[in-house]
């Protein structure tokens, strides 16, 4: 129990700060939407963030899980460290150069011919993020979860300024002919959502510069013999990490070459899913969170003799977790939809299939630690590599059928097998006995409430009083479960408290 508050303790401190940090970025989304009322527009950001998000996965190659290994294993972490970082810049700078010199055709393929500086600025962007994931790693292996939260921080903060300058003041202080002269100077309407991409660059290279204070009696160096071990640990994970943005990502790429010949269209479509994917991310913020803290607990409770009983608390804990966070946004959903302009309203309804389907990859995160603790990475990339693979197959079937809504169930099929495969092999190796009884409970507990809510309950009926009788009953609802919560977990949350 002092380990499971431990974690929970850490889960706050990263919690804390990384919601705060995301919800900072998160507030970007009506500034983005309401400006960019044309999701075609808008959807070329959903698209550039999601090659930035493979690429992202490309130059780490499961270094940072490697390095949390090796830190435990090896006696000097410091040296784990050095090699680490010193392999990462080396190829990362490799990929810098390479993509620079080729932009022009890279943008050419993804039709955006005329704006080849956007990929030129995402190539620095994925570059500088990618050697940046180390020295974030030290310092959860270190446990300087302030330190390393205040980076992060000052990072989104830099980067939601420069948003707001660029896209809003700006354009403010030209209208009003208020230093016209000096904003005339620095701002180009033409620029339009790019001013995005460099408002990240900016906030990019930030970050960087702070992570290198930390760095300051580090030493870069090649160890050939550590590496070896290092990248033959790191391979799966790199396959893993690979299928695994597949699954995250590829959906956004995928609806703008199916869910329409008309490029206009596929980027309209894929505007309005990227906005509305975005009011579902608040399920993966608390997942993210938690996996910030949950990865290095949980291979330091591997040591001890009730490592299992621990993964099985943890395990029942996040679900209890993620069902009411899944509850609470879609009871409230006529708030929280005003997060995105209406121009993109109209694909509200991926919303609770992409909750649910978040919720599915967290539980995937928690059973997969299994293959990570006992050095089987291989079986993690055979579950992910079928997932990547069924969601090839997923949105190749339903975006040309249902458009983005396929998009939506393909991650939600694609998870559900996932969390199968790797319990039921999981268990053959490394069996951890998890409380399928409680967890069903709150599962199938959480879902016939939205179920009530959602499919049951007449609201359009009431007249002009639907919407406050929607709010009244949807809080009564969700109130309910938390004391459903409270009452069959007392004694545990006494004691975490």
């Given amino acids: 129990m002092g380990q499971i508050k431990s974690l929970a303790k850490q889960t706050v401190i990263y919690g804390t700060t990384t919601i705060l940090g995301r919800l900072l970025n998160y507030l970007l989304v009506p500034l983005h939407t309401y400006i960019f009322t044309n999701p075609s527009i808008y959807g070329v950001v959903g698209e550039m963030y999601a090659w930035a998000a493979l690429l992202l996965v490309l130059l780490t190659y499961g270094m940072e899980t490697a390095f949390f290994r090796f830190s435990e294993t090896e006696t000097n972490k410091e040296r784990v460290f050095g090699a680490t970082l010193a392999l990462l810049i080396t190829t990362t700078s490799l990929f810098i150069f390479l993509g620079l010199i080729f932009s022009q055709p890279i943008a050419d393929m993804l039709h955006y011919a005329n704006h080849a500086e956007y990929v030129r600025w995402f190539i620095i962007i994925v570059g500088l993020d990618a050697v940046s994931t180390i020295p974030f790693a030290r310092l959860r292996s270190n446990n300087k979860p302030y330190l390393f939260a205040g ?170 977790a993620c069902t009411f966070i899944f509850l609470a946004t879609m009871m409230y959903i006529d708030f929280v939809k005003y997060f995105v302009s209406e121009n993109y309203h109209e694909g509200l309804a991926i919303v609770p299939i992409l909750l649910f389907a978040y919720m599915l990859l967290g539980i995937c995160f928690n059973l997969s630690i299994w293959y990570k603790l006992i050095g089987k990475t291989k079986y993690g990339a055979y579950i992910t590599v079928g997932g990547a693979v069924v969601t090839l197959v997923v949105n190749w079937i339903l975006i040309p059928i249902v458009g983005y809504i396929g998009a939506a169930w393909g991650h939600l099929i694609t998870y559900a097998l996932m969390v199968v495969a790797s319990y039921v092999i999981g268990q053959k190796f490394y069996p951890v006995a998890y409380d399928l009884k409680k967890i069903g409970f709150y599962l199938i507990t959480a879902f016939i409430l939205f179920a009530f809510s959602y499919f049951v309950i007449p609201f359009d009926t009431f007249g002009e009083h639907s919407f406050t009788i929607k709010i009244i009953i949807n809080t009564l609802i969700l109130l309910l479960y938390m004391v459903i919560i409270i009452r069959k977990e007392s004694k545990t949350i006494k004691a975490i408290l």
């Fill in 151 to 320: 980076i992060k921080i000052i990072n989104i903060l830099i980067l939601v300024f420069f948003n707001v300058f660029f896209l809003w003041f700006c354009p403010f202080m030209i209208r009003h002919q208020t230093g016209v002269s000096f904003f005339s100077a620095i701002y180009n309407p033409a620029i339009g959502v790019g001013y995005i991409f460099i408002a990240n660059l900016i906030a990019s290279v930030a970050q960087i510069v702070l992570l290198l204070f930390t760095c300051k009696k580090i030493t870069l160096f090649w160890d050939n013999s550590l590496l070896k071990k290092m990248l033959n640990y790191a391979f799966p994970l790199l396959i893993l990490g690979l299928a695994g943005i597949v699954n995250e990502t590829i959906d956004r790429i995928m609806i703008k070459g199916l869910s329409s010949s008309n490029m206009e269209t596929a980027m309209y479509n894929l505007g309005v899913y990227s906005a509305c994917f975005k009011i579902a991310v608040i399920m993966n913020l608390f997942i993210q969170a938690f996996r910030y803290s949950a990865e290095p607990f949980f291979f330091s409770l591997y040591k001890q003799k009730d490592a299992k009983q621990g993964y099985s608390i943890v395990m029942t804990y996040f679900i209890i």
